[in-house]
Nanobody, 121 residues
Framework: QVQLVESGGGLVQAGGSLRLSCAAS????????MAWYRQAPGKQRELVAA???????NYTDSVKGRFTVSRHNAENIVYLQMNSLKPEDTAVYYC???????????????WGQGTQVTVSS
């Protein structure tokens, strides 16, 4: 089994910054893509940012220029640096990763438990 543990969420004023971290642990052979999703109250979950094993990134339009996703492969960690935060960024942020398990060599999608980001006006 693999676990994704998120940290870094919290309350911040508009214009401020937060950095989210997601650490994968367990029986891991390799990690393919890692991504951040978010879900605001009354809204569907949306993809915020994604990064491939080779470092290629993709962002939803609303966060381009403000958010940066990166990964430290040796530590199985993905980060989401969030700058110039806006109230509309308020949501629960979820880490997602496609992981080759070392024990079975199967490929599975895993989700973190979510971390709350609240941006005040």
């Amino acid at each position: 089994q693999v676990q994704l543990v998120e940290s870094g969420g919290g309350l911040v004023q508009a214009g401020g910054s937060l950095r989210l971290s997601c650490a994968a642990s367990g029986s891991i052979f390799s990690i393919n893509a890692m991504a951040w999703y978010r879900q605001a109250p009354g809204k569907q979950r949306e993809l915020v940012a994604a990064i491939s094993s080779g470092g290629t990134t993709n962002y939803t339009d609303s966060v381009k220029g403000r958010f940066t996703v990166s990964r430290h492969n040796a530590e199985n960690i993905v980060y989401l640096q969030m700058n110039s935060l806006k109230p509309e960024d308020t949501a629960v942020y979820y880490c997602n990763a496609e992981i080759h398990e070392a024990r079975t060599m199967g490929v599975y999608r895993y989700w973190g438990q979510g971390t709350q980001v609240t941006v005040s006006s």
